[in-house]
C-alpha cells in the first residue's frame, strides 16, 4: 500500500494493471510473431532471440 498516493490514483491504476500482460504472455507474443516486433529490437536483442530459439530446437531435436 503506498499512503500517501491518493485511492483514486490507486484504484485507477489497479485497473489499468489488471489488463496488462504478465511475462508468459509477453514471451508468448515475441516468439509466436517474432517478425512483427523484430522491427522494434535492436540488433542485438534480436541475435540473442534467435540463438536462444535455436538452442530450444535443439534440445528438443535431441529428445526425440
Known amino acids: 500500500m503506498t499512503p500517501r498516493v491518493p485511492k483514486i490514483i490507486r484504484q485507477r491504476a489497479h485497473g489499468l494493471l489488471r489488463h496488462w500482460p504478465d511475462d508468459y504472455h509477453l514471451e508468448l507474443m515475441t516468439t509466436d510473431m517474432p517478425d512483427h516486433f523484430a522491427k522494434q529490437l535492436e540488433p542485438l536483442t534480436k ?14 531435436d535431441k529428445t526425440i
Do not use: H
Open 47 to 60: 541475435m540473442m532471440m534467435q540463438y536462444r530459439q535455436e538452442q530450444k530446437e535443439e534440445q528438443n
